[in-house]
């Protein structure tokens, strides 16, 4: 590090051989559950014979964890930004010679990462929105990663999303550089969320099949949509000054006219009850803003009047 202090990054492997895996978790210290998913998934693997090679790191970034905080040097309620100096997933492959948090992303990558066919990179995003697993759209193995996760939402990133600071993102190096890599985002930041845990691990775990570093056939899912191209509503709230209160979760399944929430006039305290519109899977419902975990004291769940609040997506199934 700069200031001649160094920084330990643990690391595990798994078998020998191509292909080679790699799947790290905690680039942000607060995505705490990718860390108890990797340590779901050394545990699933104990006495399992690995095909190929499997590289784990656990927490990809200490500096930040122990700082509490999304970035290392990160200030109470500093907003999330592609433009701090520490935001570890904006720095790859990283620099030998720059701050502390370009250092560790060089160490990761020239060491473990340089060397992965695949990678795998766990992260976690706000609780009022479902686990999804994000690929390039134009790598179909980067597809068909996202596709064997299991996990009921993928979304498909184009190549143009990747400018300015976002081009040094952890999943476009590794697939400009010629591997195939996909992002796991969990429900949820701050807290180790373990049923988020176990879904992602299984997920994991199929993926590897899928791959032919375990010897089982993948199993295919059975519903999953597109974020953005799969038919899907968004609730918006009415005009006015509302309380909101949220009867449903990220993922759970409702049908048409279920009540998945209620608006609370500040005034006179009728209650609007807010139904369904279709048959669906909630992707997003109640703070529907982005990064509304990182200044939590920005984010509660008042509507004011004159907002465009959007209170759920939902994306529909058909019977």
Known sequence: MPQDFTIKLPYFIYGRG??????????HGVELT??????????????????????????????????????????LGERYSDDHPHQMNRVWPGNKDGNETERLAYA????????????????CWEMWRCSCALGHEWDSESVEMCRY?????????????FTGRKANMLSFVVTVKGGHAIVIEHSGQRWIFVDEAKRVCEGIINIMRYLGIVPEKPVSPKRQFVVGKDPHVNIIAPDGDWILTVYKRPGDSVVKNEVIASLLDIETFKEHKVHSPINGIIYEIGATRPNVDTRPSDEVMVI????KYRIATIYETRL
């Open 34 to 75: 990718g860390i108890y998913t990797i340590r779901l998934l050394m545990e699933r693997l104990r006495g399992t014979k690995i095909e190929g090679t499997l590289i784990l790191v656990p927490i990809a970034n200490p500096l930040a964890v122990k700082w509490r905080r999304h970035f290392y040097k990160m200030e």
């Open 149 to 161: 996760s299991l996990l009921n939402f993928i979304r498909l990133m184009p190549r143009k999303y």
């Open 108 to 123: 990761l990558y020239e060491n473990l990462i340089a060397k992965a066919d695949y990678v795998i990179d766990l992260h």
């Open 304 to 307: 004011l009047k004159g907002e």
């Open 18 to 27: 191509e292909p080679i895996l790699y799947i790290q978790a905690a680039q």
